[in-house]
């Protein structure tokens, strides 16, 4: 590896959830059950009858919030506030993840479908939300979300990104796809090594430090 690859690359887009903390943790799950039971509340549903609709949508839209906005007129904020009221006591900082962090190059952007209340709840938690220039969250995505050719054409515009000169972390590699198709370098962050590694995708790391390290050192 050279540093060529990375030599241009002045901005650095991490999504949040599953990326910058590892799955394990359960924070994602804990959202998870919460989805299904503000759908089974909201509309009166079974929690069964609720989590499928909720994956119904997430397949189809990208998000549970977007189906819900779309087919129920949902009122986002509320869904957003009652998902995300979670305990988040396991996400410790790391002055490791904070160094590697820094040591990029440019500017640092979270790009998510959650909110950015959220969001920076979790930066914080990890001790590295000071490093991040902005916060490109579902809101400021006008609720269209990752994986939608949309939302990245959103983040372009909204910080005037030259796609060539980005990088991208994502653990689900569907949301990689369309900033691929941008000319975006994409990082998919997965430990599940039986996944095939789609043409979309340049590199595969089980772990954001894993990836920070390979970048790191190509330019040594």
Known sequence: MTSNRFKDTNIWLFDLDNTLYLPNLGIFSQIDKKMKKFISKKMDLTE????????????KYGTTLYGLMKKYDVNPNDFLEYVHNINLKKLKKSDSLKKKIYALPGKKIIYTNADEAYARKILKRLGIYELFFDIFDIKKALYEPKPMLSSINK?????????HKVGYFDDLKINLKS??????????????????IESFIDFRFKTITCALDMIIKSWK
């Open 179 to 196: 900033a691929h198709k941008k000319g975006i370098i994409t990082f998919h962050i997965s430990e599940n090594s039986d996944e095939g």
């Open 48 to 59: 069964e009858e609720a989590f499928k609709l909720q994956k119904q949508f997430y397949k």
């Open 155 to 163: 983040i372009i515009k909204t910080y005037k990104l030259n796609p």
